[in-house]
């Protein structure tokens, strides 16, 4: 149970990781889509995970059966697979090192 929390843990970190939701002028938040998470596309993330690197389209299509996800090219794209990305992610000066510069990119910061 302990390694499942884990894992559960890292993806949701490794998925969402610096990118946000802007907020309405109602002051609820924008409907959620595809550019708020990172996408893997991946082939060990893809058969081992059943596709949940294809984040993106589960965020723009909550309905879709994961074995249909779909990856989009103009979401924003993880430089490696899952697992590796689970590994910085637990380095965390390392995570820092690999990911700040993409969520800089993301919000079009130099």
Known sequence: RQLSNLMLSSANYVEHYGLMRGK??????????PHHSWNANHIVSNVMLYH??????HHAHAERPYQCLRHFDTSPQLPAGYFTMFM?????PIWFAIMDKRVAEQHGYD
């Open 88 to 92: 910085a992610a637990w380095n965390p």
């Open 52 to 57: 949940l690197q294809r984040h993106s389209d």
């Open 24 to 33: 309405r002028e109602d002051g609820r938040y924008e409907r959620v889509q």
